[in-house]
């Protein structure tokens, strides 16, 4: 077991933290199947040659940062083959890994990948909506990335998709594997004191938002090997998952976790649930955390019935008593009956289904600390 000050202990690694150091040694001090969900944006070797200039002549604030920079092809590979070794070592059998980059890296980054036994789930291309244009006009606009997404291996069958929250997510259609979103603008782009963008590939919130809902459940955990300004984390403390970064960049470390600590509320799709069998809350654990209390009264839709809350979390309605399910199928006849669905309870005089309720309960026991 990893401990130290400040985390969250799972039983297994140390959580809610950014490690300051390389990946690859950081990342060996892990245990085995640790983790439930690692994103990766590893530097893409850009390779670049020579500065580029707009046509008014301003300079372009690309990447031309130390850490994108390798002496061959070769020590790229080298490189992703280390980093990417420990990462399925560390992932569980039931999880799984995103990895993005551009036709600079990827391609390369797919083959180590299937090499080490990952098992490619799909290829997801982010279209940027807000793209750079390709000023010397010698190529097409260079406009979308490509995340791999994978699982541990052939055999891992198990691995988490929440197939019916992204189509809830996504307006009630089945989501594709073409995400339409801007990249960093406005207020999102962390700048640093001078102005300047602090980090040259901040990805959007809204990129690991999918990620995260997609395939992890609720008090998961998310690694981020190359954390960089805190996206990761971000996301995945909004939406009420555990996290672990980790960056060997001060200057990103101080920023990602300054941005981490003025993170206060949740997203509304951090209670959200693929299967209500993911996460099972009795209702005697709302009643012992008085989310609804002993002598309430609870109501069908439309007001029908009435029951009253009784203090070890069943229900008493014509003078029979049992769970909330129970009572709902005697009241409505009915062989069975879903109780999160049926009964009301009044808060501030508004009606609000329990299940909501037992959202709230789950967001209060797993969501941000």
Not at 78 to 85: R, S, T, V
Not at 229 to 254: D, H, P, S, W
Not at 341 to 350: L, M, N, P, S
Request: hydrophobic residues 35%.
């Amino acid at each position: 077991m990893t401990r130290g000050e400040g985390g969250k202990d799972t039983g297994m690694v140390e959580t809610n933290r950014i490690i300051r150091g390389d990946c690859v040694e950081s990342l060996g001090h892990i245990p085995d199947s640790a983790v439930d969900l690692i994103f990766a944006d590893p530097p893409y070797n850009l390779q670049l040659k020579e500065e580029l200039y707009r046509p008014n002549n301003t300079k372009v604030d690309g990447v031309d940062d130390g850490w994108d920079k390798f002496g061959s092809f070769k020590e790229y590979d080298e490189f992703c083959a280390a980093w990417l070794g420990e990462c399925r070592r560390i992932l569980k059998e039931t999880g799984t890994i995103w990895v993005i980059g551009t036709y600079h890296n990827i391609y390369r980054v797919g083959s180590v990948m299937l090499d080490l036994g990952f098992w490619i789930l799909n290829d997801i291309t982010w279209q940027k909506t807000n793209p750079m244009p390709n000023f010397r006009g010698k190529r097409f606009t260079n406009s979308a990335e490509t995340l791999l997404w994978c699982s541990k291996g052939e055999s891992c069958k198990k691995y988490t998709f929440n197939h019916k929250l992204m189509k809830r997510y996504n307006g009630g259609k089945q989501m594709g594997s073409v995400w339409r979103i801007g990249h960093c603008t406005g207020g999102e782009r962390i700048k640093d004191a001078s102005g300047r963008k602090a980090h040259s590939t901040q990805k959007p919130e809204e990129l690991l938002k999918r990620v995260i809902l997609a395939s992890t459940k609720i008090g998961d955990t998310v690694l981020d090997p190359f954390f960089g300004t805190g996206t990761t984390g971000a996301a995945a403390k909004k939406l009420g998952r555990a996290f672990i970064g980790i960056e060997r960049e001060a200057g990103y470390v101080e920023i990602a976790q300054k941005r981490l600590d003025g993170i206060s509320g949740l997203w509304e799709e951090a209670g959200w649930v693929e299967d209500e069998r993911q996460v099972r809350v009795p209702f005697t654990n709302l009643v012992k955390d008085s989310i609804v209390k002993a002598g309430d009264t609870l109501y069908a839709k439309e007001g029908r019935a009435a029951a009253l809350v009784l203090e070890d979390g069943t229900l008493m309605c014509e003078g029979s008593a049992g769970s909330i399910h129970r009572i709902g199928a005697m009241v409505q006849r009915t062989p069975s009956c879903n109780g999160w669905k049926f009964w009301y309870a009044v808060k501030d005089g508004e009606r609000l289904l329990i299940d909501d309720l037992r959202n709230e309960y789950i967001r209060r026991r797993h969501g941000a600390r």
